[in-house]
C-alpha cells in the first residue's frame, strides 16, 4: 500500500548551500522531518550550481518521512542570466527592462522542457516567452 502524503513543499535554494538555518530548518522542523536527512544529500546532489537558486519539490509522508525532486534553475533566473539583468520590471507592461531573442528562448525551453506543461517546442517557448513578458522583458525574433 502507497504511503499517505500529507504535504507537498516547493522550496527554492541556493544549489550546495543547503543549511540546517532558514528556509529549509523551519519549513522541514515544521513538518518534523530530520533536516540532515535532505540537507546533505541535497547539497551533494546540487553542488555544481552552487551559489544559484534551485527548485526543489519534496513530497512529506504521515510517517514523517519524505521524497523529493531538484527541478533545477527557476525560468526567471535563467531569463535574467541569459540577458545580464539584476531583476524584472515592477511594471512590466509598461517599463521594458530589456530583449531576449528567440533562440535564447529556445534554448531555455529545451532545458525546462520535461518542467513545463507544454506538448512540443513551440508550447515550451510559448511559456518560457510569456515568462519573460511577465519580467517586463521583451521578445525578439
Avoid at 531576449?100 to 515550451?124: F, H, R, T, V, Y
Wanted: charged share 30%; with cysteine; glycine share 12%.
Amino acid at each position: 500500500m502507497a504511503k499517505k502524503v500529507i504535504g507537498n513543499l516547493k522550496l527554492r535554494i541556493p544549489g550546495g548551500k543547503a543549511t540546517a538555518g532558514p528556509p529549509v530548518g523551519s519549513t522541514l522542523g515544521q513538518w518534523g522531518l530530520n533536516m540532515m536527512d535532505f540537507i546533505n544529500p541535497f547539497n551533494e546532489k546540487t553542488k555544481e550550481f552552487a551559489g544559484k537558486d534551485v527548485i526543489v519539490h519534496l513530497s512529506v509522508y504521515e510517517d514523517r518521512t519524505f521524497d523529493w525532486k531538484c527541478l533545477g534553475r527557476p525560468v526567471d533566473d535563467l531569463i535574467r542570466e541569459k540577458i545580464g539583468l539584476s531583476k524584472g520590471s515592477g511594471k512590466p507592461n509598461t517599463e521594458k527592462v530589456g530583449k531576449i531573442s528567440m533562440a535564447d528562448i529556445k534554448e531555455i525551453a529545451a532545458q525546462k522542457m520535461d518542467q513545463l506543461n507544454a506538448i512540443d517546442e513551440e508550447g515550451a517557448c510559448k511559456v518560457i516567452a510569456g515568462t519573460a513578458r511577465s519580467m517586463g522583458v521583451e521578445v525578439t525574433d
